[in-house]
């Protein structure tokens, strides 16, 4: 049958979520303005550089004739459905986005959003977190999503207080030594 008349796939056209995944459903995307210039700034380089100079190379590669076997127009048309698809994300995050600036909080010694925070557990071992955006977690530098169980059960805290939370290897007991806000880079 021809390939008109049914729908196939190469395998790599993978359906888009309907809502931006990370987030619980019905929330806005909480980040910081550091995050959010980055998101903003990927998004136009896409657009403006990376996606224009893709169209030109698929371009270029249509106009050699067969296309079944034309390696540069196949990865081309692959690539601009990779970037279609991180477009349509950022702009769903974009969208949805509520910038919060760590620094309005002041001198607060509550636990909200933005909030760095040092915790010592009951062997006495310290650590520091911030509680960031969905798309500015990294863990290996100490950022935590704000929805992940350790900033829940951070969030609404204060200096002094002990949190209990459900950390992968089970119940976790952290007392909270510091906390303060400051940007965010």
């Not at 008109?4 to 995307?29: H, I, K, M, W």
């Not at 380089?45 to 030109?56: C, F, T």
């Not at 990865?75 to 279609?84: A, C, H, P, S």
Request: some cysteine.
């Amino acid at each position: 049958m021809n390939k008109a008349f049914v729908r196939e796939s190469d395998g790599d056209d993978e359906e888009e979520p309907q809502a931006a995944p990370g987030l619980p459903a019905g929330t806005r995307n909480y980040i910081t303005p550091a995050g959010h210039a980055r998101l903003r700034d990927e998004l136009e380089e896409l657009v403006k550089r990376e996606r224009p100079r893709i169209v030109d190379i698929v371009a270029w590669a249509a106009s050699n004739g067969d296309r079944s076997e034309n390696g540069d127009y196949i990865y081309g048309k692959r690539r601009l459905r990779e970037i279609d698809r991180r477009i349509r994300f950022l702009t769903k995050r974009l969208e949805l986005a509520e910038v919060v600036d760590p620094l309005r909080q002041g001198d607060n010694e509550q636990i909200f959003f933005g909030a760095r925070v040092t915790v010592a557990d009951s062997d006495g071992v310290e650590n520091t977190y911030t509680i960031v955006g969905v798309d500015e977690a990294d863990a290996a530098i100490g950022r935590i999503s704000w929805i992940s169980p350790l900033a829940r059960a951070l969030i609404k805290a204060r200096c002094g207080d002990a949190i209990r939370f459900q950390s992968p290897l089970g119940p976790r007991d952290l007392d909270i030594v510091e906390v303060c806000y400051a940007a965010i880079d």
